[in-house]
Every structure is written in C-alpha cells, then in structure tokens.
C-alpha cells in the first residue's frame, strides 16, 4: 500500500508490480493505440492522498447472501427452476461480459483496471479485491486488500442472475409473490429493475484521466430521443414479452425474454450470425427514378437509410461498433462496375488526450439519403444495384493486433437488397 511506491501499477490478478515512472508511460502508450470504451495514459500524481470512491461505477455492488430457501447465488441454481429464463441467459452477452475473449485482451492491456469489472463482474462476491481508494486520485494506484468472499465461479458468470436480482438475501421481482415462491421475494422498485438499473452500466460518461475515457451514452441517447417520449424503454425493446411458465409445470404466464440481443454479432463461431431473433434497428428503401432503364442511360436513384426501431443512436454505447454501407453497380458477369462504402459510426483520437474526432451516427427515427447517378454503359445486358449493410464490432487491424482474429465474427451483413436496373 505504501505511500513512497510512485507509479505503482496493477497486473494480472491484482498482483502489484512496482515501476518507474517512465516504464508506466510506455504501457500506456502501447494500449492508448487501440480505441475503447475505457481508456488510459499518463498522469501527474501530486499528492499521495487518498482519494474516496463516490461514482456509482467506481464501487461495486454490496457483498450478497443467498435468498432464503436458496443455497447458492449462482445462475445454475436459478435455472435448476427457471429453465428457460437461464438459457436464454446463458446464451446473451451479459453472460460472457466475464469470459469474452475481446475483454479479457482489452482488460489485460489496461493492467487489470480494477474499475473495468465494476461493470462487467459486479458484486463483491465476484471480486478478488476490495478497493479502498484510489491513491493520488489515480486509478491505476487502488488502495486494495484481499476479499475473503471471493467467488471464482461466481465471476466467471459475468452478469449473473443475482447482479440484478438479489439484494439484502431477497429475489426481487416484478410482483412481489412470496405465496407461490420458494425463495425470499420482494417487489421490485422503480430503480431497480426498469431502465434505471440498464443505465448504470450503459449510461456512464467520465473522464478517468487524459487517455482514459468512459463513453456509454446510450441512456441519454434514449431519453433525449422519441421513443422515450412514447414508452418504449431499455426493458420493453430489449426483454420482449412472451407467455410461458416459470418453472417447470407451473401456470402460462406473462413473462420477459433474458437475451438482450442487440448487434446480433456472435460472440462463437458456432453461433449463427445474426444470432437468432435479431431485429435490425435500421430499415433501407432503394428508389430509383424509372423502372427500368435502357443501356446508354443515366440511373438516377437514392438510397434511404432510417434508424427505424432502436432507441438510440446506431451504432450505440462501444465506441468502436460501426456500419459499413456497400453500394454497388453490377452487371451480368457479377462484374462490380461501379461501386461506393459509406461508414457510420465514432472516430476517436486517444493519445496524447482522448478526443472525439468524428460522429455520423443515426438518431433514434433519423434518415440519411444517399444520392447516386450511374451511365449505363450502352453495351451493358443486366444490371442491377446491391445494398449491404454490415455491422461491425471492430476494425480488422484492432483485431489483429489483439490476436482476435480467428475467435468471432468481426460483422454481420445486417441488411441487403438488390434492385433490377436493365433486364
Ligand atoms: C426451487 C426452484 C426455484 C429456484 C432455485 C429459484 N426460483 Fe425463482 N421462483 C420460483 C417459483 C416457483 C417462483 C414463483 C413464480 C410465480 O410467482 O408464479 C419464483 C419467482 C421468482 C421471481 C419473480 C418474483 C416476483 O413475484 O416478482 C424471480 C425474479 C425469481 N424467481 C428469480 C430467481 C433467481 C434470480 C433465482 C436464483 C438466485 C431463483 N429465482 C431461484 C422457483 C425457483
Ligand atoms: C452490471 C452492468 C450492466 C447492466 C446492469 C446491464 N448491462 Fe447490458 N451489457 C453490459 C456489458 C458489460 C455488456 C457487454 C458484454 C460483452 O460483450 O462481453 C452488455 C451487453 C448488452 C447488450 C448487447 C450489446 C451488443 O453489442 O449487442 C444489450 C442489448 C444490453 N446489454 C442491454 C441491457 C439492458 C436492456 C439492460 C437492463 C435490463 C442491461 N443491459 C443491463 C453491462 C450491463
Ligand atoms: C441485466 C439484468 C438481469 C439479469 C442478469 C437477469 N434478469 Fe431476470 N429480470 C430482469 C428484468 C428487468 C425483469 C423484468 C421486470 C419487469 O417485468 O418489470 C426480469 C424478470 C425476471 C423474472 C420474472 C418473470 C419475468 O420474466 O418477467 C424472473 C423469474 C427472472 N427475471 C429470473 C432471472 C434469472 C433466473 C436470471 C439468470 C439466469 C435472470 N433473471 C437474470 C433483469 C435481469
Ligand atoms: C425502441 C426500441 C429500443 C429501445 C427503447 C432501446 N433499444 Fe437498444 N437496440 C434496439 C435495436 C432494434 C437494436 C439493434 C440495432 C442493430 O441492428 O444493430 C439495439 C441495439 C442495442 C445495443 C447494441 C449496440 C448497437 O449499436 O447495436 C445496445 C448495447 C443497446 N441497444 C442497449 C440499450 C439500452 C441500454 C437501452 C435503454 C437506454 C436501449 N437499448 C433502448 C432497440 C431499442
Ligand atoms: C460503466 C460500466 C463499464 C465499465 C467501467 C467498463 N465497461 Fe466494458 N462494457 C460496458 C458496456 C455497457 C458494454 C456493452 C457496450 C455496447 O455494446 O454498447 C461493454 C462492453 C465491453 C467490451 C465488448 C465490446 C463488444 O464489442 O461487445 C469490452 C472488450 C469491454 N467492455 C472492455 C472493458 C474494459 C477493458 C474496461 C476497463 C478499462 C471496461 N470495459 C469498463 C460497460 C462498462
């Protein structure tokens, strides 16, 4: 803990290695190359006060018991019963927020940043350390001691059942039905299991020091937007209602969907892509000035684009999820005659201070035209146009570089379209 140890750092698992100053740099340099969400550098340390956490995200959620009539916080536990509820768990990105291959990369080149899991492991029992401050102010210096309830298996749950669930050794839930449960049971409060809880996590903007930025707006998105206006929330988009028991052979009920689906990226090879039920936020329209066209014409035709259905920016929340739009001209021989890529997403500068460069992304009910006129070439037989729309989780060279390559998918095609142009 010792206050003398200047440019102390964490690594691995919270081992504490001592470094000079300069070495320190060095790491941040190499991580402030790549773009995240949460991101680091250099930083003047003055004093070796100790500074409190106050920011909900900086703490983690209070140490939990098992509800009464439970033995286990564990999600194996809950889905022992709620069968279906688990799977559908199990198979979303909350459940991996702790194994994905992309956070454990990012997270070890952010030494192990005790904050990161504050989000994506967050109660105590699935922390190894508790933090007791931050030393200088800085958050790569944590005043930490060893947690003796940390819960491997718990941790490799991620966002388990019980980070949204369980409070004070009580399930809370929609109703409140302590008559037909076996375990402990409260109504749920307006906090805690509406969009507020979503945005504690997907609704955090800060500046952790020069290079190090957290930048999840997809709460303010929402809200600023019509569809907050309208009732629509994180929950009713994101949980979709449908009808089932809760548990084997009890009564067809009202229930919500636990998948979360939102990229429809698969996080395995094996996954289909787009992982089933998907809905894409975005809608395209092709209009084209006649019908059809005779070789030696000039086409005429634009292209919509329309942020139909999410309610918030596209892409939102991790700053390095983008689109690609390919529109291209191709004629019989599936010969590329003429062809353009449009890209939407956020550009962002993280060294020497993280910066914003660029942002073209789609509000909520937004649409973009894009205008295009081709010479048909008058020998030309078919023609036709091609829209593709792909999402993408990170550039090939962020993957690269991070050896992610061969693990995911990197895009998906999340829309496509042909129009005749000469028959
Ligand atoms: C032994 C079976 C069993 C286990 C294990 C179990 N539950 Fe339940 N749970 C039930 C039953 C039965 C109900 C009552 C359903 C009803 O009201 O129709 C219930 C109700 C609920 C409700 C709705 C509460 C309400 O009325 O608002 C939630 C939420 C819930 N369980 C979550 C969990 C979580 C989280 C876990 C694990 C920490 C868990 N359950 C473990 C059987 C179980
Ligand atoms: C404890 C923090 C936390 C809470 C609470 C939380 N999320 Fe998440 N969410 C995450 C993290 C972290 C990921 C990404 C995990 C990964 O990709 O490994 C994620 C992923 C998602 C995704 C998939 C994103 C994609 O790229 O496709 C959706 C959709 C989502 N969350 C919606 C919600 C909704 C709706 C709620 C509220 C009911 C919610 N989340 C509550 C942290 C949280
Ligand atoms: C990211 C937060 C989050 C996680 C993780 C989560 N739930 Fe839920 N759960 C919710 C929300 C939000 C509701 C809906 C509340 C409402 O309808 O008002 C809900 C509702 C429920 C209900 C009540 C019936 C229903 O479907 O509306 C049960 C039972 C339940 N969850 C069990 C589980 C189990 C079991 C797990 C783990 C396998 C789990 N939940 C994981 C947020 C979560
Ligand atoms: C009106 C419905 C709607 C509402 C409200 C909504 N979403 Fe979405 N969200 C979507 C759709 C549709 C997508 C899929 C976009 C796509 O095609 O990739 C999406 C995508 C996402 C993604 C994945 C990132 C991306 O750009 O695709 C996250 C994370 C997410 N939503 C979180 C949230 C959170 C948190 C809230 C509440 C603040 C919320 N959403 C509110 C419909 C909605
Ligand atoms: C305030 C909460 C929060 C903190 C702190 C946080 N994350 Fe996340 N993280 C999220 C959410 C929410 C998502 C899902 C974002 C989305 O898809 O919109 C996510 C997603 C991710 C992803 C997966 C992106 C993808 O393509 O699915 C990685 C990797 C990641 N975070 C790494 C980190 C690292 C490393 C740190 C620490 C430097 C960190 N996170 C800190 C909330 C957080």
């Not at 206006?229 to 809760?246: K, Q, S």
């Not at 990226?265 to 998907?278: G, N």
């Not at 035209?369 to 010479?375: D, E, G, R």
């Not at 020998?379 to 792909?390: D, E, G, I, K």
Request: proline content about 7%; some cysteine; overall charge positive.
């Amino acid at each position: 803990m010792a206050s003398e140890h200047k440019g102390t750092i964490l690594r691995g698992e919270g081992k504490e290695t001592f470094m000079k100053d300069y070495a320190v740099l060095i790491v941040l340099l190499v991580l402030a190359a790549n773009g995240f969400g949460c991101r680091s550098e250099d930083k003047s340390i003055p004093s070796e006060r100790i500074v409190p956490l106050t920011k909900h995200w900086e703490k983690a959620v209070p140490l939990q018991t098992p509800p009464r009539g439970l033995k286990t916080l564990s999600a194996k536990e809950c889905g022992s019963c709620h069968v279906e509820i688990y799977q559908e768990w199990k198979a979303s990105f909350h459940a991996k927020a702790w194994f994905d291959p992309q956070f454990q990369v990012e997270w070890a080149k952010d030494d192990s940043l005790w904050v990161c899991i504050n989000c994506h492991t967050p109660l105590v029992n699935q922390q190894p350390y508790l933090i007791l401050g931050k030393q200088g102010g800085d958050y790569f210096r944590p005043v930490k001691k060893k947690n003796p309830d940390f819960d491997p298996d718990l941790r490799d749950e991620g966002i388990t059942c019980a980070v949204c669930h369980v409070r004070d050794g009580v399930v809370l839930g929609p109703y409140g039905n302590q008559k037909d449960a076996p375990h402990a049971v409260r109504k749920a409060t307006p906090q805690e299991l509406t969009h507020e809880l979503c945005l504690t996590c997907h609704n955090v903007t800060d500046v952790l020091n020069p290079t190090l930025v957290c930048t999840f707006q997809t709460g303010e998105e929402w809200k600023n937007g019509p569809w907050a206006r309208a009732g629509e929330t994180c929950v009713t988009c994101h949980m979709p209602l449908i009808e089932r028991a809760l548990y084997p052979k009890g009564p067809v009920r009202v229930t919500r969907k636990h998948i979360w689906i939102g990229s429809g990226i698969p996080k395995t090879r094996q996954e289909k892509s787009p992982v089933d039920d998907y809905i894409p936020g975005l809608d395209m329209r092709i209009i084209t000035s006649k019908k059809r066209y005779q070789p030696g014409e000039q086409a005429y035709l634009s292209v919509f684009l329309t942020n139909r259905r999410a309610g918030h920016y596209l892409p939102t929340g991790d700053p390095e999820y983008f689109y690609t739009v390919e529109l291209a001209f191709v004629d019989a021989q599936n010969t590329v005659l003429q062809d353009t890529t449009i890209w939407i997403g956020q550009k962002w500068q993280w060294w020497p201070v993280a910066k914003k460069l660029k942002d073209n992304r789609l509000k909520p009910l937004e649409t973009r035209i894009f205008p295009l006129a081709f010479a048909i070439p008058a020998q030309t037989t078919a023609l036709r146009f091609r829209a593709v729309v792909r999402t993408h989780r990170m550039t090939r060279e962020i993957a690269e570089q991070a050896g992610l390559l061969e693990i995911y998918p990197l895009s998906i095609v999340s829309l496509k379209q042909e129009v005749p142009l000469v028959e």
